[in-house]
């Protein structure tokens, strides 16, 4: 899951960025609302994570200009305890939920999986397709109740295509959701990581649509 961090304030931009990577998730970090607006023109993001006093453009526009273009992705904004205005206007504009800082790297995980879920409008907070359980909060993927390895990037990759099973992602989108723009990303990289996870899950879990894209088929279990 690709996250969008805006954040001007050095030192808790660069906390939560290495935090959420450990965390398994791919953090691209602006510092000011200006380039934060432009990015969001032309890249896509899983979520956002939005300081809202920031430089050249306050987080209330980001959102506003988001919003405006029809764009869904869901917001988390970061507020000061005291400002109570900026946190009704947020919400106002199109943020999904808030954080009021200083807070804990927990809580906003816990927050930000339970965006994901709202957006891809799933109650539960494990995905169970056929004999696969997979486990955002814990980070866990069982196969007909057996753990199976994966690594940070199938993990991610695993994910979205389990939610979004039944359509077809192209690689583009696929792509962007894994990889932020400091990752130095082999042209091939996608296709060896559908590689193992068809190893993995077999062959046939994952469907090549040519020219397109890769698709998981809705599960015929459950739901
Ligand atoms: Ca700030």
Excluded at 2 to 31: F, N, P, S
Excluded at 73 to 101: H, Q
Excluded at 142 to 169: M, P
Aim: aromatic fraction near 6%; glycine fraction near 8%; include cysteine.
């Amino acid at each position: 899951m690709r996250i969008l961090l805006v954040e001007d304030d050095e030192l808790l931009g660069d906390g939560l960025r290495t935090g959420l990577i450990q965390y398994g998730y791919t953090v691209d970090w602006l510092k000011d609302g200006g380039s934060a607006d432009q990015a969001l023109k032309t890249d896509k993001f899983d979520v956002i994570v939005l300081d809202i006093g920031l430089p050249k453009l306050s987080g209330i526009h980001v959102i506003n200009h988001l919003r405006s273009r029809g764009e869904t992705t869901p917001v988390i904004i970061l507020t000061a305890r005291e400002s109570v205005e900026d946190r009704v206007k947020g919400l106002d504009a199109g943020a999904d939920d808030y954080l009021i800082k200083p807070f804990d790297l927990d809580e906003l995980c816990a927050r930000l999986r339970a965006l994901q879920r709202r957006s891809a409008t799933r109650a539960d907070p494990t995905i169970i397709h056929g004999g696969i359980v997979l486990d955002p909060a814990a980070h866990t993927v069982k196969l007909e109740g057996e753990f199976v390895n994966v690594s940070r990037r199938e993990f991610a990759l695993l994910f979205k295509l389990l939610e979004n099973a039944g359509r077809v992602l192209s690689r583009e989108h696929l792509s962007q959701s894994l990889y932020g723009w400091g990752d130095d990303v082999d042209s091939n990289a996608l296709e060896v990581h559908i590689h193992n996870l068809r190893k993995k899950f077999g062959q046939e879990f994952i469907h090549t649509i040519r020219g397109i894209g890769y698709m998981i088929d809705k599960s015929k279990e459950i739901k």
